[in-house]
């Protein structure tokens, strides 16, 4: 894999009128299976370098803290759900988490609410709540019973999960993404 951006500067016209929109038109993709290989009912998920950025430095601060972090991603999709861009996160605070869990309290929800609302401000739009994220320190990526349960609140066909799963004494973070699929959450 490179370091080099995924996407390309050339708009695509996917996204609602008057909605704020770099997205491009082409992408180079990047993943551990062959791209002809992902199901057509699966959505493209294109996330801002500045995001995924963020997300490698939540998953190091996890293991630092040998703790679950978690919060939202913000972006827009296109009418039909099949593309989706990530543009913002919201970091929760780590009220109550461990090496095995996070919850996301009332007070944490209260606060990503906050984060949210001020983002779109800045964002000059209202930013749609695409997903969550949180991280397995020192695991695998999957989606626990407690995971599938958190996931039953992010519905719309949009909504998916992230998880994370950084490795003690490395910089390699495996990424898994889980999307609403008919009546599952298959990782894409």
Request: charged fraction near 20%; hydrophobic fraction near 35%.
């Amino acid at each position: 894999m490179s370091d080099e951006p995924i996407f390309e500067a050339e708009e695509s016209g996917l996204w609602p009128t008057g909605v704020p929109s770099t997205m491009p038109g082409s992408y180079r993709f990047v993943g551990s299976v062959p791209e002809a290989s992902i199901p057509s009912e699966m959505p493209q998920i294109y996330m801002d370098r500045e995001v995924a950025e963020t997300l490698q430095s939540e998953g190091q601060r996890s293991i630092q803290i040998d703790k679950e972090v978690a919060g939202i991603l913000l972006g827009t999709r296109s009418e039909d759900n099949q593309a989706i861009r990530v543009s913002h996160i919201a970091i929760a605070q780590d009220e109550d988490s461990s090496p095995v869990h996070f919850k996301f309290t009332y007070s944490v929800w209260d606060d990503l609410i906050d984060q949210m609302e001020t983002l779109s401000r800045e964002a000059g739009c209202e930013l749609l709540l695409v997903g969550w994220y949180h991280t397995h320190p020192n695991m695998s990526v999957f989606l626990s019973r407690y995971d599938l349960r958190t996931h039953r609140d992010f519905h719309r066909p949009y909504q998916f999960a992230l998880v994370l799963a950084p490795q003690r004494g490395t910089e390699q973070t495996s990424v898994g993404f889980f999307c609403n699929r008919g009546e599952g959450t298959p990782l894409l």
